[in-house]
Each structure stands twice: as structure tokens, then as C-alpha cells.
């Protein structure tokens, strides 16, 4: 999926963003053959995403997600580390919509209290990897030479090592903990982040208001930040979108491996884990949290590849 991003990033045109802005404002009040004003562009944009309703699920999977992490008790009102004995491993039910797990405590409600963990982690992953990658591949592609060499064999070797090995190498020197396994897992998605931001680096360094820039005598981090970075953002927007997905995936094993918080800490994946020994007795207690994450990383990877048809269509 990185190699896709890198090669659709490559073949844009080298158009001025001025002109590009200027056509999509014509477009969007320029009027019909009858002489009456054309139908806005947000409107057409917001027909063109509800016709899609694989993108509208996809997108009320995460706003539901986000929701449990910001206002749980508005979802459940089982309190997530207490449990009753008593109610120990019943099957889901109209009082129990997970069920419960071996100490009688409520699985939905250990769900949604979990996302705010499992999603500020992932946010956390996410952030180090944009902030970190898209630098190093911005300073790769504009400045070029031995830095570009220096830069990207690094992040060769980087990309040699599987992300989930140089994750658990990372947490051997971090410790445990959620906020170090989401550092680890950011680290490691810092390669991808920038080859893909070096690729529209290049491509958009050789445009020709990037050119003219450089002819007037603007200085060279004015043409960076003003010029190249904007201009690049939108590939690695997208490729964030996918990472968000990875990164919730690589959290989940880690924390299923017992690198996470220690219980009684409702992680996703340490749900799982919990329910691992009785998953003869009691499926939900693992299909259930599996089920939610590989829908948030399912939506995930439904936004980013939509991310990248709009970046497609906008060259």
C-alpha cells in the first residue's frame, strides 16, 4: 500500500496551486447553459460522499468510536472495573449486550471506556510518525544530496526490519506501558511517512511557482513551509488515515502480548487477551473486542482510500 502511495504521488502534474485554486472557485459560480448559478461545490461533494454508503459507514463506525472515548457514560452505564460475581460469563444479552467476563464485569462497558485508551494511544502513534517522518522526508526531497542519501538509507534500514520487531525492540528500551507502546509504534511507521512525504517533495519542488520563488530570492525555508509543505500535505494525509488503522492493529497485539497498561485497564487488546482462556465457554468475550477493532480499521482504510481518489481527482 506505502509503494502504491509512493508511485501515485510521482505521477501528479506540477500545476500552480493558484491556478489550480482559481479554477475549482470558476467551477464551483460559474452558471449553467440557462443562465442559472450552478449547484455549489460543498453540495456536490457532500452528494458525491453520501452516494457512497460503504465511506457513510465507514465514517459513522469512527464518529461512534470517538464518541465512546469522549463521553462513555452516555453509552453504558455498567460501571468497567466492577463486576458482580454472581453474573460471571453470561452470554450477550438485553441487559449485557457483550456479556460478561469471568469476574461478572460488562464487556460493552469495558469496551467503550477502553477506546479512549486504545484511541489516544493510536492518536499518540499517529502523530510521531506524521510529525517525525514528514520532516525528515521534507528536508530529503527539497534540500537533496548528502542529506537526501543520509536521510533515506536510515529510513532503508528502517523499513527492513518488520514494524512489529522494531516495535518490541523499542519497548525493551522504553518499558512498558500504553504511552511507550505508542511511541514504539509511531517510531516505527517513520519510514513510510517519509518516503511518501520526500516522493511530493520532488514532485513539487520543480514546479514552476516553486521556481519563481527561488528567482525572486525567497529564502529557502520560506519556500519550504509556504510552498513545498502545503502543497505535499495531501498524500501523506492519506497515508495517516491508513497508519491510524495500523497503528489501532499494532496496538491491539502489543497490548494483547501484556506490553499495555496493567489490569484492571480495559484495553482493546487486552480484552482479548483476558478472554483467550475462555473461549470455549465464552466466544464473546474475544470475538466481540475483535470485532470492534476490525471495524475501526476496516473504516480507517475505507477514509484513507478515499482520501486518496480525492487527491487523485484534485491532480
Do not use: C
Not at 461545490?41 to 465507514?58: A, D, E, Q
Amino acid at each position: 500500500m506505502t509503494q502504491q502511495l509512493v508511485r501515485e504521488t510521482t505521477s501528479g502534474n506540477t500545476a500552480s496551486p493558484e491556478g489550480k485554486l482559481a479554477g475549482s472557485a470558476i467551477s464551483d459560480s460559474a452558471p449553467t447553459a440557462s443562465g442559472q448559478a450552478s449547484v455549489p461545490g460543498w453540495v456536490i461533494r457532500i452528494r458525491h460522499v453520501f452516494g457512497k454508503p460503504g465511506l457513510v459507514l465507514s465514517v459513522a463506525v469512527l464518529v461512534l468510536v470517538v464518541l465512546w472515548a469522549l463521553i462513555p457514560a452516555a453509552f453504558t452505564h455498567w460501571p468497567p472495573d466492577t463486576g458482580v460475581p454472581a453474573d460471571r460469563l453470561r452470554p450477550p444479552s438485553a441487559e449485557h449486550w457483550f456479556g460478561t467476563d469471568s469476574l461478572g464485569r460488562d464487556l460493552f462497558s469495558r469496551v467503550v471506556h477502553g477506546s479512549a485508551t486504545s484511541l489516544a494511544a493510536t492518536a499518540v502513534a499517529v502523530a510521531v510518525g506524521l510529525v517525525a517522518g514528514s520532516a525528515l522526508g521534507l528536508l530529503a526531497g527539497s534540500i537533496r544530496g548528502w542529506v537526501d542519501d543520509a536521510i533515506m538509507r536510515v529510513m532503508d534500514v528502517l523499513l527492513a526490519i518488520p514494524s512489529l520487531l522494531l516495535s518490541l525492540a523499542l519497548i525493551t528500551v522504553l518499558g512498558f506501558g500504553t504511552i511507550n507502546i505508542a511511541i514504539a509504534v509511531g517510531v516505527a511507521s517513520v519510514a513510510n511517512f517519509a518516503r511518501i512525504m520526500r516522493a511530493e517533495a520532488l514532485r513539487v519542488s520543480t514546479a514552476v511557482y516553486v521556481e519563481a520563488a527561488r528567482s525572486s530570492g525567497v529564502r529557502w525555508h520560506s519556500i519550504l513551509l509556504r510552498h513545498i509543505l502545503p502543497n505535499a500535505a495531501g498524500p501523506v494525509l492519506a497515508l495517516s488515515a491508513l497508519e491510524f488503522g495500523m497503528a489501532v492493529l499494532s496496538i491491539s497485539s502489543l497490548s494483547f502480548l501484556g506490553f499495555g497498561a496493567p489490569p484492571p485497564a480495559a484495553e482493546w487488546g487486552s480484552l482479548v487477551a483476558g478472554g483467550r482462556d475462555y473461549l470455549v465457554a465464552a466466544w464473546w468475550l474475544v470475538t466481540l473486542p475483535g470485532v470492534v477493532i476490525a471495524a475501526v480499521v476496516l473504516s480507517t482504510n475505507r477514509i484513507s482510500h478515499a482520501f486518496q481518489d480525492a487527491e487523485r481527482n484534485r491532480r
